[in-house]
């Protein structure tokens, strides 16, 4: 099993910046793959970038150039730093993992809100 915890979210102003964290602990030498998710009020959640088990990150249209996902193997935390919020930022936003064995495990969530 892996826990994950996601931390960092909050209210920001658009044009501003955020950078989330999720910790990750228990089987964590298990990790093929990463990401982070968001889903807004109303809507399906929906990738916002995956690395795969190669390391190659996949980003969505709407966040390329601005988010850059990364993570310290030493502390078990992955990162989402995030640039020039929008107001269509706003979200709750998900960590994830898959297991070598496809199992996949969420994090809570942290919601991130950005004003216009």
């Known amino acids: 099993q892996v826990q994950l915890v996601e931390s960092g979210g909050g209210l920001v102003q658009a044009g501003g910046s955020l950078t989330l964290s999720c910790v990750a602990s228990?089987?964590?030498?298990?990790?093929?793959?990463y990401g982070w998710h968001r889903q807004a009020p109303g809507q399906q959640r929906e990738l916002v970038v995956g690395?795969?088990?190669?390391?190659?990150?996949n980003y969505a249209d709407s966040v390329k150039g601005r988010f850059t996902i990364s993570r310290d193997n030493a502390k078990n935390t992955m990162y989402l730093q995030m640039s020039s919020l929008q107001p269509e930022d706003t979200a709750a936003y998900y960590c994830?993992?898959?297991?070598?064995?496809?199992?996949?495990?969420w994090g809570q969530g942290t919601q991130v809100t950005v004003s216009s």
């Open positions: 994830n993992v898959r297991l070598y064995n496809g199992y996949p495990y």
């Open positions: 228990g089987s964590t030498y298990r990790i093929m793959d």
């Open positions: 690395v795969d088990a190669g390391g190659s990150a």
